[in-house]
């Protein structure tokens, strides 16, 4: 695997390539990004991930400064995977100069959900995504479902500017606990890593109340929020959304998504279950 730091170097090495394979990643690596790569694979060549903590989509007081750079033990990870080139540039190469212009998302997406909790941040992910598809010009990129509403809004951004890449929705890798896999797991104190699974529960409890035939959304999310508050999180949001849209589900909707992000401690912790009535 080649090891890449700057714009040119990526263009050069990619001069030529038609049927590249993308997977966007902020460094700290896990199973679950590793999973993506080894998808990534079987769907285009050469493998490109990028490893880039991009300051855009970081709020004021967010983890920006300590989200953990593991750059050695990530290009491990990689080559072992079978991913061909790893780009990591500096945020300088990234952003040459101050990036005023940036791709706005519609309020209904960029403003609901974890937007209503992070202003700003699909619009830094959005901009620093058309910025690498640009660098890339991959055929397919592959994102992981675990940031459900992430992947709804490259979806829309591919389309809606007529991209040429296909986006892939790679699946949630799960800790025998049930705990969805996530660089921010490592902030989790022991304690707090023990009870971290109950967001994963509380979704499941919720799905299998849709699927028993209760069509209550608000009043099932209201429960799993207590569930959560009563044992000491501070819940962000729970919800049950169409899983096309995102948009509040009509009561005949068969294709539903449940969500959540709460805070357990100072670590952040979002998931989300899918499922079809039919």
Known sequence: MKLIHTVTDLRAALAGARDTAFVPTMGNLHAGHVSLVEMAREHGHPVVASLFV????????????????????????LAAAGCDLAFAPSVAEIYPAPQTFTIRVPDSLANDLCGAFRPGHFEGVATVVLKLFNLVQPRVAVF?????????????????FNLPIGILG???????DGLAMSSRNGYLTPVERAQAP???????????????????????????????NMAGWRVDYIAVRDAATLATPAIDSTRLVVLGAAWLGSTRLIDNVQFDLN
């Open 144 to 160: 992981g479902k675990k940031d459900y509403q992430q992947l709804h809004v490259i979806r829309h951004l591919a389309r809606q």
């Open 198 to 228: 109950q967001l994963h529960r509380e979704l499941a409890a919720l799905d299998a109340a849709l699927q028993a035939g209760d069509k209550d959304y608000d009043a099932l999310a209201a429960r799993a929020r207590r569930h959560l």
């Open 170 to 176: 790679g699946e949630t890798l799960r800790e025998a």
């Open 54 to 77: 991009n300051p855009l989509q970081f709020g004021a007081g967010e983890d920006f400064e300590r989200y953990p750079r593991t750059l050695d033990a990530d290009c491990e990870k």
